[in-house]
């Protein structure tokens, strides 16, 4: 027998459990967070806090679309969650660019940004700068940069803060939250619902499950009869000592923590489930960095960090039913940030077949049994 | 109970290092440390934190970075984990560090 009944119980504690399990809550529901284990890779205390909007989706208009309604949300979602718990996320909108020292790869981009262009019309803008004019702009650059591109709807946050937000918003809401609650084995219970077993061999019965796992998705996937399998990408970060000068720009690779520090990110390695940093690949970043902006030379790295990407076989959200056990859902994305307003709202909707919830059919885990067989 | 008289001198500490702190001369032994000199000579605050409280050096080892302070001309100097030097120029740092402005804004 279940030890006991919730409503949902979602299997994960991260940016994206969480903000399932908030909109849930919202929506009058009762729900049980399990979060695993301190040492768990954890995207969501590790990453660059962009809420981006510039080249996602550009070979996917579903995801293009879906980030354009995700950046329109995020200021009322932001007011939400400071009204709910008092925390502050440090919202700043207004626009950001990528820098570019490679011609080719700036051309590259710039094509992406039209068919992005193309799939959101009058929802989306985007301005390519040459060198010259982007130097007019901001005399910080530096020479090696031949230009940029510039969206007027990204933006970032200050991502722990959105963690800890999530996380009292979710308590205060009535939620249910267990830490240190990993779960080795979910299988649907005989008389309905699911039954879940924790590693030391307890148990717990919940009618609808929703996995949002992160990088433990896929054990877990495998027993639902989801085929959705996650890979980690290894992204290295650093951040430097904190400034009074205020960075004048917001870039994808460097931007400027409300506090005070400028982080600096952006590789992308498959390095397996190791989260360590590499003394190359952080010298790379400090020299990108400084090549983009000289006067960081001096400014000194008091902090570098790995984390892991959780990402899907072709890096796009997977929003996915189980056919086989009604009341089974799986939910994973890599910019989990950026979509965290939908999470809490209309993936809502969707969890609960409301009949205004979204189509989000784009991104069932079909589509990777299709492209299998292709 | 001063701060100085938790201090004892190792045995091997002989000698005078002469330095400034804000333009005003400060000795301390060689082999201490900016941090433990500073906390020898007053155990005032050696700078501000971003919301504008004092500060001075705590852990003593490299950790929690409260005793940064400006040495020679480079701010944000851990003062623990920095030995102190004959002619050493140290500032209390008030406020945070700013960057080269004449690369930064035109
Ligand atoms: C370097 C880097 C930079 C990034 N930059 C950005 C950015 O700028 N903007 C953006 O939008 N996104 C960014 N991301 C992506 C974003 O961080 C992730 O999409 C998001 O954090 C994923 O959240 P999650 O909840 O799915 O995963 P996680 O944060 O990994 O959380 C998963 C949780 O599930 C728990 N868990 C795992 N297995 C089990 C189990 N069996 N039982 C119970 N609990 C379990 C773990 O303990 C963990 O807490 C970045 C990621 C990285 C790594
Ligand atoms: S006193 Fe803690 S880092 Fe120097």
């Known amino acids: 027998m279940p030890a006991q009944a919730s409503d949902t119980t979602i299997i994960g504690g991260g940016v994206v459990g969480l903000c399932t399990a908030l909109g849930l809550l919202q929506a009058g529901r009762r729900v049980t967070v399990l979060d695993g284990a301190d040492g768990d890779l954890r995207a969501s205390q590790g990453n660059f806090g962009l809420v981006w909007l ?83 702009m901001h005399p910080q650059i530096g020479p090696a940069v031949v230009g940029a591109t510039f969206c007027a709807h990204d933006g970032h946050v200050n991502p722990l803060r959105l963690l800890r937000a999530l996380r009292r918003a979710v308590l205060a809401l009535g939620g249910d939250l267990k830490t240190d609650a990993h779960v080795t084995a979910v ?51 650093l951040i430097t000592e904190k400034l009074g000068y205020r960075l004048p720009f917001l870039s994808s690779t460097i931007r400027q923590v409300d506090e005070g520090g400028i982080q600096i990110g952006g590789t992308k390695a498959d390095a397996g489930p190791d989260d360590s940093e590499t003394l190359d690949v952080m010298a790379g970043l400090a020299r990108q960095a400084v090549s983009v902006m000289p006067a960081l030379a001096d400014v000194r790295v008091v902090r570098a960090w790995g984390a892991l ?66 | ?14 000698g005078v ?52 302070i ?15 030097r004959d002619g050493m120029a140290l500032r209390r740092q008030r406020g945070l560090r700013d960057i080269a402005r004449s690369d930064a804004d035109a």
């Open chain 1, 54 to 136: 510039q080249g996602k989706g550009a070979g996917f208009a579903p995801y293009a679309e879906l980030t354009r309604d995700a950046v329109a949300a995020w200021p009322n979602f932001a007011a939400m969650l400071q009204d709910v718990t008092g925390t502050g996320l440090s919202l700043d909108q207004s626009g950001g660019f990528e820098f570019f020292t490679d011609p080719v790869e700036l051309a590259d981009f710039a094509a992406d940004l039209e068919r992005q262009q193309a799939y959101l019309g009058n929802r989306f803008s985007h301005e390519i700068i040459d060198g010259d004019k982007l130097r007019r």
């Open chain 1, 187 to 237: 299988a649907e219970a005989p008389g309905g619902g699911f039954d879940l077993t924790f590693r030391d061999g307890t148990r717990h019965g919940t009618d609808r499950v929703v996995l949002c796992a992160g990088l433990g998705t896929s054990s877990l996937a495998a027993q639902l009869g989801f085929s959705t399998r996650v890979y980690p990408q290894r992204g290295e970060l």
């Open chain 2, 70 to 84: 400006e040495v020679d001309g480079q701010p944000n100097t851990q003062g623990c984990m920095t030995l102190v």
């Open chain 1, 309 to 374: 990407r959780v990402m899907s076989p072709d890096g796009y959200p997977v929003y996915a039913r189980s056919a086989r056990h009604p009341g089974a859902y799986l939910v994973t994305c890599h910019s989990g940030v950026t979509l965290a307003p939908l999470h809490a709202s209309v993936l809502t909707d969707w969890l609960d077949e409301n009949s205004n919830a979204p189509d989000l059919e784009a991104f069932d885990e079909t589509r990777f049994a299709i492209s299998d067989a292709a």
């Open chain 2, 1 to 14: 109970m001063k701060p100085a008289s938790r201090f004892l001198t190792r045995p091997d500490q002989v």
């Open chain 2, 17 to 68: 290092v002469h330095m400034t702190l804000d333009g005003e001369a400060l000795t301390a032994r060689p082999g201490d440390t900016v941090a433990a000199a500073l906390l020898a000579h007053s155990g005032a605050a050696s700078r501000q934190s971003v919301n504008g409280s004092s500060r001075t050096a705590f852990c003593m080892m490299g950790v929690c970075f409260d005793c940064l």
